[in-house]
C-alpha cells in the first residue's frame, strides 16, 4: 500500500518537476536589482544616517564636564603682612550647560544630514537602475538566439527533404552524386550555424544568470515580452530624483550657513570643592555658580560670502547636468523612435518577402525534382528563403528591444 503510493505521489508530482521554468523581463529586472552587491548599501546608509542625527541631537541635551587642578602661586597679594591667597591650591568641579536656543544650528545640521543621506540613496537607485539595460541586452540577446535556433532547425529540415530526394533521384540514375554533396555541405553548414548560435545563447544564459543571480539554462524559458503600443515620453529616471535631491542637499547647505551666522543662549552651572574658591580664598569649601550664557561668534561672518557663491555655483552646475541629461535622453529617445518606425516598416515587407519566398522554394524543389532546374539553383533559392526569415526574426526582436529600451530611456 505505502509502495502503491509513492508511485502515485511520484506520478502526481512529475508534471511539476519536469515543467520549465518561465521567467519574464520584470521578474529578471527584479532579480538584477536584489542580487546587485550596492542593494546593501540602502540599509548602511540609513543606519549611518540615524547615527549622525543621534549624535548631532545631543547638542540639545545637557553637556556636562568634570575638571581638576592644582596650582602653586610663587607670590600673593598682601594686606598687612598677611597673604589674601594661599600658595598652594586646588579645586575640582562638575559643570553643566544646557543650550536654550542655539540659532537653528542644530537644526539645519540634522537637515544637512538627511538631504545627504537622501542625496546618496537616490545615487544608489541610479546606478541600481542601470542594470535595466544590461538585462534589457542580455535578454533581448537570448531571444533572438532562441528563435534563430528554430530557424536553423526547419533550415536543416528543408535541406534534409531535399537530400532525401536527391538521394532518390540518384539511386535512379536521375541526379548525380555532386549534386547530393552539394546539399550535404548545405546541411553541415547549417548545423555549425546551429553549434554558432548554440554558443552564443549559453554564452548570453551565463551572463544573465550571473547578473540575476539565479540559473538559466535548457530547462529555463524567457517569456517574450509583449510589444509596448504607446510609448510615453515623460522622463520619470531616478536621475531626476537624484538632481532634485542634490538642490535639497544645497538648500540645507545655506540653511547651515545662515544657522551659523546666528547667537547662541545657554544656562550654565557649576559645582565644586576646592581651597581658594569662589567661597573662599583661603578655606576649603564648597561652591557653586549659575547662569545664563550669551555667544556671538562673528567669525563666520569672513567666509559666508564666499560660502553662498560656492553654494550659488554648485546648484548652478547641477541644474546644468539636469539640463545636459534631459537634453541626451531626448535626443537617444528621437533615435529610438526613428528606429523603431523603420523596423515597423521593415517588419510589413519582410513578412511578405517571406511569403513570397517560401512560394518560390516551393517551386524551386518541384521543378528540382522534375530535373527542370539544378540544385544549385535550388540551395540558392533555399539559402535566399531562409536570408528572409533570419531578417523577419532579426527586424521583429529589434523593434521590440527599442520599444524597451525606449521604456529604459523614459521609465515609463
Same mark, same amino acid.
Given at each position: 500500500?505505502?509502495?502503491?503510493?509513492?508511485?502515485?505521489?511520484?506520478?502526481?508530482?512529475?508534471?511539476?518537476?519536469? =515543467?520549465?521554468?518561465?521567467?519574464? %523581463?520584470?521578474?529578471?529586472? !527584479?532579480?538584477?536589482? /536584489? &542580487?546587485?552587491?550596492? #542593494?546593501?548599501?540602502?540599509?548602511?546608509?540609513?543606519?549611518?544616517?540615524?547615527?549622525?542625527?543621534?549624535?548631532?541631537?545631543?547638542?540639545?541635551?545637557?553637556?556636562?564636564?568634570?575638571?581638576?587642578?592644582?596650582?602653586?602661586?610663587?607670590?600673593?597679594?598682601?594686606?598687612?603682612?598677611?597673604?589674601?591667597?594661599?600658595?598652594?591650591?586646588?579645586?575640582?568641579?562638575?559643570?553643566?550647560?544646557?543650550?536654550?536656543?542655539?540659532?537653528?544650528?542644530? =537644526?539645519?545640521?540634522?537637515?544637512? %544630514?538627511?538631504?545627504?543621506? !537622501?542625496?546618496?540613496? /537616490? &545615487?544608489?537607485?541610479? #546606478?541600481?537602475?542601470?542594470?535595466?539595460?544590461?538585462?534589457?541586452?542580455?535578454?533581448?540577446?537570448?531571444?533572438?538566439?532562441?528563435?534563430?535556433?528554430?530557424?536553423?532547425?526547419?533550415?536543416?529540415?528543408?535541406?534534409?527533404?531535399?537530400?532525401?530526394?536527391?538521394?532518390?533521384?540518384?539511386?535512379?540514375?536521375?541526379?548525380?552524386?555532386?549534386?547530393?554533396?552539394?546539399?550535404?555541405?548545405?546541411?553541415?553548414?547549417?548545423?555549425?550555424?546551429?553549434?554558432?548560435?548554440?554558443?552564443?545563447?549559453?554564452?548570453?544564459?551565463?551572463?544573465?544568470?550571473?547578473?540575476?543571480?539565479?540559473?538559466?539554462?535548457?530547462?529555463?524559458?524567457?517569456?517574450?515580452?509583449?510589444?509596448?503600443?504607446?510609448?510615453?515620453?515623460?522622463?520619470?529616471?531616478?536621475?531626476?530624483?537624484?538632481?532634485?535631491?542634490?538642490?535639497?542637499?544645497?538648500?540645507?547647505?545655506?540653511?547651515?550657513?545662515?544657522?551659523?551666522?546666528?547667537?547662541?543662549?545657554?544656562?550654565?552651572?557649576?559645582?565644586?570643592?576646592?581651597?581658594?574658591?569662589?567661597?573662599?580664598?583661603?578655606?576649603?569649601?564648597?561652591?557653586?555658580?549659575?547662569?545664563?550664557?550669551?555667544?556671538?561668534?562673528?567669525?563666520?561672518?569672513?567666509?559666508?560670502?564666499?560660502?553662498?557663491?560656492?553654494?550659488?555655483?554648485?546648484?548652478?552646475?547641477?541644474?546644468?547636468?539636469?539640463?545636459?541629461?534631459?537634453?541626451?535622453?531626448?535626443?537617444?529617445?528621437?533615435?529610438?523612435?526613428?528606429?523603431?518606425?523603420?523596423?515597423?516598416?521593415?517588419?510589413?515587407?519582410?513578412?511578405?518577402?517571406?511569403?513570397?519566398?517560401?512560394?518560390?522554394?516551393?517551386?524551386?524543389?518541384?521543378?528540382?525534382?522534375?530535373?527542370?532546374?539544378?540544385?544549385?539553383?535550388?540551395?540558392?533559392?533555399?539559402?535566399?528563403?531562409?536570408?528572409?526569415?533570419?531578417?523577419?526574426?532579426?527586424?521583429?526582436?529589434?523593434?521590440?528591444?527599442?520599444?524597451?529600451?525606449?521604456?529604459?530611456?523614459?521609465?515609463?
Amino acid at each position: 500500500m505505502n509502495r502503491f503510493l509513492s508511485i502515485f505521489a511520484g506520478i502526481a508530482l512529475l508534471p511539476l518537476i519536469a =515543467s520549465p521554468e518561465i521567467l519574464t %523581463i520584470g521578474e529578471c529586472y !527584479k532579480l538584477a536589482r /536584489e &542580487n546587485y552587491p550596492m #542593494i546593501k548599501q540602502f540599509n548602511l546608509i540609513k543606519e549611518s544616517e540615524k547615527y549622525n542625527i543621534e549624535n548631532a541631537t545631543t547638542g540639545y541635551l545637557p553637556q556636562f564636564s568634570l575638571s581638576a587642578n592644582a596650582a602653586y602661586l610663587s607670590d600673593s597679594p598682601e594686606i598687612m603682612g598677611t597673604s589674601l591667597l594661599p600658595q598652594e591650591q586646588y579645586r575640582v568641579q562638575i559643570g553643566v550647560n544646557q543650550v536654550v536656543w542655539d540659532g537653528g544650528d542644530i =537644526s539645519s545640521k540634522r537637515r544637512l %544630514i538627511n538631504a545627504r543621506a !537622501k542625496m546618496e540613496l /537616490e &545615487n544608489n537607485n541610479v #546606478i541600481l537602475y542601470e542594470l535595466n539595460d544590461r538585462v534589457n541586452r542580455l535578454f533581448f540577446g537570448i531571444l533572438l538566439q532562441d528563435e534563430s535556433l528554430k530557424q536553423n532547425k526547419i533550415h536543416q529540415k528543408d535541406i534534409r527533404d531535399a537530400v532525401a530526394s536527391v538521394e532518390a533521384m540518384v539511386a535512379n540514375g536521375v541526379s548525380s552524386q555532386y549534386d547530393l554533396s552539394l546539399l550535404k555541405v548545405e546541411l553541415l553548414k547549417a548545423k555549425q550555424r546551429e553549434t554558432e548560435l548554440g554558443s552564443l545563447r549559453a554564452a548570453y544564459r551565463n551572463m544573465l544568470s550571473f547578473l540575476i543571480g539565479r540559473p538559466v539554462d535548457e530547462k529555463t524559458t524567457l517569456e517574450r515580452p509583449p510589444d509596448i503600443d504607446e510609448l510615453k515620453k515623460e522622463i520619470l529616471r531616478p536621475e531626476m530624483d537624484y538632481f532634485a535631491s542634490k538642490e535639497e542637499y544645497f538648500d540645507a547647505k545655506r540653511e547651515s550657513i545662515d544657522a551659523g551666522l546666528m547667537p547662541k543662549i545657554s544656562l550654565f552651572g557649576y559645582g565644586g570643592y576646592g581651597q581658594s574658591s569662589f567661597a573662599s580664598l583661603r578655606d576649603e569649601r564648597l561652591y557653586g555658580l549659575g547662569g545664563i550664557a550669551f555667544s556671538w561668534s562673528f567669525g563666520n561672518y569672513y567666509t559666508e560670502r564666499n560660502e553662498r557663491l560656492d553654494v550659488v555655483a554648485k546648484e548652478k552646475m547641477v541644474r546644468a547636468e539636469s539640463e545636459s541629461f534631459v537634453f541626451n535622453t531626448r535626443l537617444k529617445m528621437l533615435q529610438e523612435d526613428a528606429e523603431i518606425r523603420k523596423m515597423s516598416a521593415l517588419l510589413v515587407q519582410d513578412r511578405e518577402i517571406v511569403g513570397l519566398r517560401e512560394d518560390i522554394k516551393k517551386i524551386a524543389f518541384a521543378r528540382m525534382k522534375n530535373g527542370t532546374i539544378s540544385v544549385t539553383d535550388f540551395i540558392r533559392e533555399l539559402n535566399a528563403k531562409e536570408l528572409a526569415r533570419q531578417n523577419l526574426i532579426l527586424h521583429s526582436l529589434e523593434k521590440l528591444a527599442r520599444e524597451y529600451n525606449f521604456k529604459y530611456l523614459t521609465n515609463n
